[in-house]
């Protein structure tokens, strides 16, 4: 009878484990007594597991005296996460050209979030060629480092976003083409203010679980790229009962805001159309407050980054195609780059359309896009490194 407590005493304590590696998204690799089959995952879920977790703890904006600090110095860096990624093995491994002799001094801006990253790059290359000086400066801020390029006062500038859509129409406007903007690394996962994951939130009352973009833009846009017609009630999206005929109310972040812009050119728009938002949409100034819009309204549905999550809110599996597959924000989807809000990091430059970059500043984005530059991303522990694909995506800018 020992025996039979001590084997099911055993059993249990392996189903608690297989239980927590879902919940916190570690995979089979890094459970080693874990059976395989037992952490497999199906490829293209249909029903989901859901689990409890406490919300985060409320962030609050930068006081002004931090956000003076962070231009001059960079922004104060988060505690890091306890989980972190592996390197994709598919990843080129970097080969230095030996039949160049580079040479050359390059200036930069950079975000508030991202000189410790770039100098630990500019570091990591000079092994390599070490008559190519690259550099940031302060004021470190990616708004201001665009309105530089524009100016030609700088070579690049290092981004945790997309460009805003003015500085994109004033680089245009000087030189008849829109800069090049070469993603670099992942963002984070939810580190507040170091580009954490986007995710889209309902009621834990809610009994919806996934959601496709062409459902989002139906709800959220008045352009409706995708070709849907506008979804208003609970019942379009499959609830039935007393849910059927319950108004949608969507909560989103007043134009211009980099969540804002990262969910309308993800969701909203499609084939070079540029989405924009429904007037029906309820806007709130900033992302602080979005997550407990759904705490206190059942029919809420509205995005927020993953780092403010501070309300008992129900994330939901988000699909880019009807067909799936959809995922939810997990860190190890965010961190294989699986899950289609994962944030990016652009390095922006001055590249003429048919014509190269400058040998050095390709040769260092060379270096970025390999094993070896990502190792630099995952050496800091903070954001996420590319995947393959990702990386050969970005390589292809490089081209003339």
């Known amino acids: 009878m020992k025996n039979v407590h001590r084997s099911l005493s055993r059993s249990l304590a392996r189903c608690a484990l297989v239980a927590a590696l879902i919940a916190c998204g570690i995979g089979a690799a890094s459970a080693a007594d874990v059976p395989a089959a037992a952490a497999t995952v199906a490829a293209t879920p249909t029903r989901f597991v859901e689990w409890v977790d406490q919300p985060r703890a409320t962030a609050k904006p930068q006081t002004e005296e931090e956000a003076e600090a ?7 860096l988060p505690e890091l996460e306890l989980l972190q990624p592996t390197l994709d093995p598919a990843l080129p491994a970097y080969k230095p050209r030996r039949d ?19 100098n630990a790059w500019f570091a990591a290359f000079k092994k390599f060629y070490p008559n190519v000086n690259l550099s940031v400066a302060p004021p470190y801020a990616g708004s201001l480092g665009a309105k530089e390029l524009v100016k030609q006062n700088i070579d690049f500038v290092f981004v945790s976003r997309e460009l805003k859509p003015d500085d994109i129409v004033d680089f245009k406007a000087k030189f008849g083409y829109a800069p090049t903007s070469v993603p670099i690394s ?27 973009f062409a459902q989002l833009d139906a709800i959220f846009s008045s352009t409706h790229h995708r070709g849907g017609k506008p979804i208003t009630t609970w019942g379009q999206l499959g609830l039935t009962g ?154 292809a800018l490089l081209e003339p």
């Open 186 to 212: 992942g963002g984070s996962y939810r580190h507040f203010g170091f580009l954490d994951a986007v995710g889209f939130f309902v009621s834990r009352d809610n009994s919806l679980d996934r959601i496709s």
């Open 70 to 76: 962070g231009k001059k110095n960079g922004r104060a």
């Open 242 to 395: 007393d849910w059927a005929d319950k108004p949608i109310h969507a909560y989103g972040i007043k134009p211009w805001n980099g969540f804002e812009e990262f969910v309308r050119q993800r969701v909203l728009s499609t084939d070079g159309k540029r989405g924009e938002w429904n007037d029906g949409t309820h806007y709130d100034k900033v992302v602080f407050p979005m997550a407990r819009h759904a705490l206190e309204d059942r029919y809420a549905i509205g995005y927020t980054g993953v780092a403010y999550v501070d309300a008992p809110v129900k994330m939901l599996a988000l699909g880019e195609n009807e067909s799936g597959p959809f995922l939810a924000p997990s860190y190890e989807n965010v961190a294989r780059a699986t899950y289609p809000l994962s944030r990016l990091i652009f390095f922006n430059v001055n590249k003429a359309p048919g014509k190269a970059l400058d040998p050095a500043l390709t040769e260092f984005l060379r270096f970025v896009l390999s094993r070896e530059g990502q190792q630099v991303v995952r050496e800091q522990a903070l954001y996420l490194p590319l995947r393959a694909n990702q990386v050969e995506h970005a390589r």
């Open 100 to 118: 160049l002799k580079l040479a050359g001094t390059f200036k930069g801006a950079a975000s508030d979030v991202l000189p410790g990253l770039a």
